[in-house]
């Protein structure tokens, strides 16, 4: 069996032909099931009992259909920012603006590109890998902020790039950008 993944405009034709319900709430309701007519030889609706449709994929509600013997995925909140205000851009991402991605209600989503949602994941939400990443805060940092200080008050002195890289095992490019100001500010 085949996944293809974001493929609302396929798995909104559950929608459209009553297989699935979407509420007001942002939630989504499987409310048939597809069944095989063997007097017709066709595909047809039997109601069911109304239940929800999502289930979790790692932090997003997901729902999945079957349509030619593949299982198609998409996001719940793709699903109903398509259901109330149509088609998504080419693109573009759905965004939850409180940051709760299991929170699909029409008013917590919005249309943004994938570097609007990472900035907002940042600023807004203070969510993400590269907050408070300066200096010896950053993982991938080999001097403290001391180690800086001190070599800027060496260079001042006269040293050379070369003897004060060795010493802190670093390149003397590296000594050359902290002497300069491009590495490290002081005051960070």
């Not at 999502?54 to 719940?76: Q, W």
Request: with cysteine.
């Amino acid at each position: 069996m085949a996944y293809v993944k974001h493929h609302e405009e396929i798995i909104y034709q559950a929608v459209l032909s009553g297989e699935l319900e979407i509420d007001n709430l942002g939630q989504i309701w499987r409310v048939s099931k597809r069944g095989w007519d063997k007097w017709n030889h066709q595909v047809r609706l039997n109601k069911c009992n109304r239940v929800r449709a999502e289930s979790m994929n790692g932090e997003y509600l997901t729902i999945k259909v079957m349509f030619n013997k593949k299982r198609y995925i998409t996001g719940a909140h793709r699903l109903v920012y398509r259901h109330f205000m149509g088609k998504i851009p080419q693109g573009m991402v759905v965004n939850h603006k409180d940051g709760n991605k299991k929170n699909n209600l029409l008013s917590n989503l919005e249309i943004a590109t994938p570097q609007q949602n990472s900035i907002h994941s940042i600023h807004v939400l203070k969510h993400g890998n590269v907050l408070n990443q300066w200096g010896e805060n950053n993982p991938s940092a080999k001097l403290t902020n001391k180690q800086v200080l001190e070599i800027i008050d060496r260079r001042k002195q006269g040293e050379t790039l070369k003897t004060i890289a060795q010493d802190y095992n670093v390149t003397f490019q590296t000594i050359s950008k902290i002497v300069l100001g491009q590495r490290r500010q002081k005051n960070r």
